[in-house]
């Protein structure tokens, strides 16, 4: 309930002369009783919305801290994205540069097969020896290919 008197209604107040020359206490009385009255209905909304302001500033700083730790979080999560589309970018480039390396080595074992397809020896005309210098390039091709696919294997794990 708002104060029912203003500053100007306590200032302007005029009681009235009772017969011995002094101001009617009954007036003055229940004059002070209004004014009592008001000044209560004051303290009790001014202890309410007191206690509104300390549960409202307690909230503005629980959120304030809330904030921030999420501007952290937030900063923290982008730079994991930054560092994520980085590898991300390296596997890319190591997958594609593993791609040609295979396309090639592939390439030089087709046109090795291909050389010692053409040859018109048979196996009984080798020796053991050159049976064994056959296998080589072959393997270490074999070889060669399984590290580079052993690689793109592990660059994405």
């Known amino acids: ?37 008001d000044y209560q209905d004051f303290e009790e909304h001014t202890k309410k919305y007191s206690s509104a302001l300390v549960s409202c500033d307690h909230k503005i700083k629980e959120l304030s801290e809330e904030n921030t730790n999420l501007k952290k979080e937030t900063s923290a999560l982008n730079e994991q994205i930054h560092v994520l589309r980085n590898a991300l970018q390296e596997a890319k480039v190591k997958l594609e540069r593993a791609t040609v390396e295979i396309r090639s080595l592939k390439e030089e074992a087709r046109e090795e097969y291909d050389e010692q397809d053409t040859v018109e020896l048979q196996p009984q005309d080798l020796t053991l020896n050159a049976q064994e ?19 793109v294997f592990n660059s994405f794990h």
């Open 133 to 151: 210098e056959a296998k080589d390039p072959i393997e270490e091709l074999a070889r060669r290919v399984a590290r580079l696919e052993e690689a």
């Open 1 to 37: 309930m708002p104060a029912q008197l203003t500053a100007q209604d306590i200032y302007y107040k005029e009681f009235s002369i009772d017969k011995q020359g002094g101001y009617s206490s009954d007036e003055v009385d229940s004059f002070l009783d209004q004014v009592i009255e």
